[in-house]
């Protein structure tokens, strides 16, 4: 399993907006220019994370994005979720049902279950919050660097 440019420029879109959420919206150019993104490939990725209800879109002169929720309730793993679909690392655990033929006898099954496991576990356990306190510690650190 590779995390795609897509999934990683979710979290980096959404991170962005929650770091600016003091502002009522946030514009596509302003996170475009912000995260280096191109504003077309942003806009499939914003497309999803609307789609998915992770984002609210306003338009207008005054339009944007801003989260539709607290930074704390998101989990990296939804978002990457939305981007990415299933994290599995192996093709036989995609979707609900392994259709596999040989999954009653496959030795290596359990071993990939564990690792899907240890996956979704990892990616669930972190929100935004905790990457934009995380942010925060950088930029002290390199504030009391100067």
């Avoid at 191109?38 to 002169?61: D, F, H, N």
């Avoid at 934009?132 to 650190?141: A, H, I, K």
Wanted: proline content about 3%; some cysteine.
């Amino acid at each position: 399993m590779k995390i795609s440019t897509k999934g990683r420029y979710a979290i980096r879109i959404m991170l962005d907006i929650a770091s600016h959420k003091d502002q009522q919206r946030v514009s596509l150019k302003e996170i475009a220019n912000r995260q280096e993104i191109s504003v077309k490939y942003m806009e499939q990725i914003i497309s999803l994370l609307c789609k998915a209800g992770l984002l609210k879109s306003t338009r207008g002169a005054q339009g944007g994005y801003s989260l539709a929720k607290d930074p704390a309730q998101y989990r990296l793993g939804e978002i990457l979720r939305v981007t990415e679909g299933e994290l599995a690392p192996v093709a036989c655990l995609e979707g609900h049902d392994n259709h596999c033929p040989r999954k009653a006898i496959c030795e290596t099954l359990p071993f990939w279950q564990g690792l899907y496991a240890l996956i979704n576990d990892y990616v669930d356990q972190y929100t935004l919050e905790d990457l934009l306190e995380q942010q925060l510690q950088v930029q002290d650190t390199v504030g009391e660097d100067i």
